[in-house]
């Protein structure tokens, strides 16, 4: 033939399905690891005179569907299985909601694994996918990082499908589409893209899927910050470009806008796309409360947010240059000198308040009271008093931290973090320049960023009045009359057209 390639008569394709069930067996235990791995259960029956068996990962498997059906099949005759088993199988006889026929032997191993049950039946070349699956859930609760005092109380948990049902449950518009991707080589995690299909921006919908399509690696066992990574790509660059949230409600609120969400299975938050930095420092609570009152919470919240940043920085220069004090605050500064210096006071107490967050997370419930007031008192008390810390340090640094805390957004509180340090270390070293200067470039480079082709500091710069208003109050919503301009929807209006 010239091709080089050479194929032996009776050979089938390794993909196939083989006729024997025994046959079925073996191919199961090469590509599998059957009769190796205790989970995987390769079950032998006969219905009607046809052998058959069920292939399943034991974990997997809802036993009560699975039971129904066999009670079924096991009264058949053989008359009832002829001439097509397989087919009589599939259109009459297996009562499930949920069943399909799969030709490819490695798709079927792949289905079992993910949680579906496989029937083989001999001699049919096919086989049937009953989709009798159930998963390991914890119970639908209100997320730690996301709570409100008035609202729902539900809130995304690891399983995709309860996820997704989630935000069905809250827009029941037939246009909201939902499309799952499988990503990773070998973890094959479910990923699903959201979005309403008359208002989300097309081109951005398109690139998403282009994204996720492209994505190479052997798996993502972290869920969604390694898809984030992957399609996104920021590098080093400290700010989140996305918004995860675990709340139905703020989901859905995005999705009106226009935004794009993505879920990935085993993952209890979804990503929003597109996002700005003022999208990382609204919360839900002030959409809970009167217009008047959102707006108060939203000042109180922008309050904590800039004294995270700038608070310790700022109270650093005037203290190491009193010139600067305006007339009436001649009292700030320490009223006595500590052992160590002032900037080496505030890098221990930075790292000494992440030693306490890092601890709490790993101390079992019982003990994080305990291991709270030993952090807080004992050590900060002996310090003070010991004089290696000043009662300013220990005061400001205080109020940074609670500033930080009341950053909704937690990575956004990291990263302020890390731009409070670098201002502190740039006042120390070269006073009042090294201060502006920083402030300028972290203004700049959050200028430049952008969040998939967003402007990451809109409405601000590029500056848009209306938007502005919106950000700086929180409006009534029958004022909200179009969509942000930012996520290019097709249908930018909110109202419905009479």
């Not at 080093?236 to 299975?265: K, N, Q, T």
Request: with cysteine; aromatic share 8%.
């Amino acid at each position: 033939m010239g091709t080089g390639v050479k194929i032996k008569l009776g050979q089938h394709d390794s993909n196939s399905i083989p006729a024997d069930i025994g046959e079925i067996r073996h191919a199961l235990k090469e590509k599998s690891g059957l009769d190796i791995s205790f989970d995987l259960v390769f079950r032998e029956m006969e219905f009607g005179g046809v052998r058959a068996a069920f292939f399943f990962a034991n974990g997997f498997a809802k036993d009560v569907v699975l039971t129904d059906v066999i009670a079924r099949l096991s009264l058949l005759e053989r008359d009832q299985l002829e001439p097509d088993a397989l087919a009589d199988l599939l259109n009459r006889y297996v009562s499930h909601i949920q069943v399909s026929t799969e030709e490819n032997l490695d798709q079927a191993v792949g289905f079992a694994l993910m949680g579906s049950t496989v029937l083989f039946v001999e001699d049919a070349g096919k086989s049937l996918v009953i989709d009798a699956k159930q998963f390991p859930v914890r119970s639908i609760e209100e997320p730690d990082l996301e709570r409100v005092v008035r609202g729902s109380r539900d809130g995304f948990v690891e399983t995709l499908l309860t996820n997704v049902t989630l935000v069905r449950r809250r827009i029941r518009d037939p246009r909201l589409k939902l499309e799952l991707f499988r990503v990773g080589e070998r973890t094959k995690t479910d990923v699903c893209i959201g979005y309403i299909d008359d208002i989300a921006d097309p081109d951005l919908v398109r690139s998403l899927k282009d994204k996720i399509g492209k994505v190479k690696l052997d798996g993502i066992p972290l869920g969604d910050k390694q898809l984030e990574e992957a399609i996104i790509g920021k590098g080093w660059s400290p700010y989140p470009s996305v918004r995860y949230s675990e709340r139905p409600d703020v989901v859905c609120a995005h999705m009106l806008e226009g935004h794009v969400i993505l879920f990935a299975d085993t993952s209890p938050s979804v990503m929003i796309l597109p996002t700005t930095f003022f999208h990382l420092v609204q919360h839900a609570e002030e959409y809970r409360q009167t217009p008047f009152v959102g707006s108060y919470l939203r000042w109180v919240r922008f309050l904590g947010i800039f004294t995270s940043l700038f608070l310790l920085p700022l109270w650093f220069l005037l203290v190491k240059h009193p010139e600067l004090k305006p007339p009436g605050l001649e009292f700030l500064g320490p009223q006595k000198a500590g052992k160590l210096p002032l900037l080496i006071q505030f890098l221990l107490v930075e790292v000494g308040v992440d030693m306490m967050r890092l601890a709490a997370v790993h101390t079992p419930s019982p003990l994080t009271v305990a291991m709270g007031l030993v952090a807080a008192i004992l050590v900060g008390e002996i310090a003070i008093k010991t004089g290696l810390f000043i009662n300013e340090v220990v005061l400001y640094m205080s109020i940074a931290a609670v500033g930080m805390f009341a950053t909704p957004s937690y990575e956004l509180g990291l990263a302020n973090r890390i731009v409070r340090l670098a201002l502190l270390v740039l006042a120390a070293a070269f006073g009042i320049p090294g201060f502006v200067i920083g402030g300028t470039v972290w203004l700049i480079a959050l200028t430049v960023n952008r969040s998939y082709n967003t402007p990451y500091m809109w409405p601000f710069i590029p500056f848009n009045a209306k938007a502005m208003v919106s950000i700086l109050f929180r409006r009534p919503i029958l004022a909200s009359k179009s969509r942000p301009s930012i996520t290019q929807s097709v249908d930018s209006t909110r109202q419905p057209r009479e």
